[in-house]
T-cell receptor, first 114, second 115 residues
């Protein structure tokens, strides 16, 4: 089955700095890669996703890049703000009717210091 | 804004007891998922329903876990008997019918503590 590795497990940055979280996956059939943000005690929420037919996607301060050859994808957050502090999870699936059958990474605890 | 509803939010039980969790997905979402999230880890898929049918329960420990979605709407996840290692957050999620974007809508979860 699919295996998703996520690094780093914790990340501490100053407000205004950039943050980068990296994930690798094992199943070459995976073609859908979402990122979820989970604030303490709250539900995971989708913040951005990318499909295998694109190499990069951007939404305001958040961007995701995908390298299918190397089987890795990354989340980039620019101009970080204290409200970006949360646990971020990457995930992968084979899409189609299996979009929601996600294999998640272990999570990255991001702390943004004012 | 419609949300996935789950209950109870918290459950404390002793090992060997039975526990049940309930989920009501967003109206119109035919696909429903149960995930288990152990503290400090990412969610792991337990079971996927399409309407009332189980699509994938390959990761469900069937000796003690069961899940049903009898009328294709709300769903119940049961554990009997509970073991210490079952302590976790049980997350329910649903997704809209095609053409969907792939986004999962999660509930707030049911946190289980087994003593």
């Amino acid at each position: 089955g699919e295996n998703v590795e996520q690094h780093p497990s914790t990340l501490s940055v100053q407000e205004g700095d950039s943050a980068v979280i990296k994930c690798t996956y094992s199943d070459s059939a995976s073609n859908y890669f979402p990122w979820y943000k989970q604030e303490l005690g709250k539900r995971p929420q989708l913040i951005i996703d990318i499909r295998s037919n694109v190499g990069e996607k951007k939404d305001q301060r958040i961007a995701v890049t995908l390298n299918k050859t190397a089987k890795h994808f990354s989340l980039h957050i620019t101009e970080t703000q204290p409200e970006d502090s949360a646990v971020y999870f990457c995930a992968a699936s084979t899409g189609g009717t299996s979009y929601g059958k996600l294999t998640f990474g272990q999570g990255t605890i991001l702390t943004v210091h004012p | 804004e419609a949300e996935v509803a789950q209950s109870p939010r918290y459950k404390i039980t002793e090992k060997s007891q039975a526990v049940a969790f309930w989920c009501d997905p967003i109206s119109g979402h035919a696909t429903l998922y149960w995930y288990r999230q152990i503290l400090g880890q990412g969610p792991e898929l337990l079971v996927q329903f399409q309407d009332e049918s189980v699509v994938d329960d390959s990761q469900l420990p069937k000796d003690r876990f069961s899940a049903e979605r009898l009328k294709g709407v709300d769903s119940t996840l049961k554990i009997q008997p509970a073991e210490l290692g079952d302590s976790a957050m049980y997350l329910c999620a649903s997704s809209p019918p095609p053409p969907n974007t792939g986004e999962l809508f999660f509930g707030e979860g049911s946190r289980l503590t087994v003593l």
